[in-house]
């Protein structure tokens, strides 16, 4: 009796185990407002900067001089500072000016010794009267799906 009760749970664990595996992989839906030449700067920014990780490590186990580590460093350093420039200057244009305004606003407060009021939920302007609006996270500034009440990507509560 008790070896068909273990091969029972022994079956049941296995399927539980194996069911993820069986599941179809839901593809996740990409955003419509993320700028493909902004993905493109953040990739550039990562590979230079695995590129630095890289040349260090290099130096380290002597496969590269020093001289040559200085030169490949400078260079490297210098193209990760211009798309760093770039990727400001895009993402500067993403951010509507009363949002930092109404940051300014809360910084001010909090230096004067006030607490500032609890963050405010910032939306976005809809495009066409009766179009949802687009909400984003008051913490992380992360964008927001109609109904979430935490925001996925830093678990803020979301009033």
Not at 55 to 61: Q, W
Not at 95 to 109: G, K, S
Not at 112 to 121: D, L
Request: proline fraction near 9%.
């Amino acid at each position: 009796m008790w070896i068909i009760i273990a091969f029972f749970l022994f079956l049941l664990a296995g399927i539980i185990i194996l069911l993820p595996f069986f599941r179809p992989f839901a593809p996740v839906e990409p955003d419509d407002a993320v700028d493909p030449k902004l993905l493109a700067l953040y990739t550039r920014r990562d590979q230079l900067y695995q590129a630095i990780r890289e040349a260090k490590f290099d130096l380290d186990t002597g496969k590269l001089s020093p001289e040559d580590y200085e030169r490949q460093i400078t260079r490297l350093k210098r193209q990760a500072a211009s798309v760093l420039k770039a990727i400001d200057k895009r993402e500067a244009n993403l951010v509507p000016p009363e949002w930092n305004e109404q940051i300014e606003e809360q910084v001010r407060a909090e230096r004067r010794g006030r607490t500032a009021a609890r963050p405010v939920m910032v939306t976005a302007p809809a495009a066409a009267a009766g179009a949802p609006q687009v909400r984003y996270c008051p913490q992380c500034g992360a964008r927001l799906k109609p109904g979430d009440r935490f925001c996925p990507a830093c678990g803020a509560r979301v009033h």
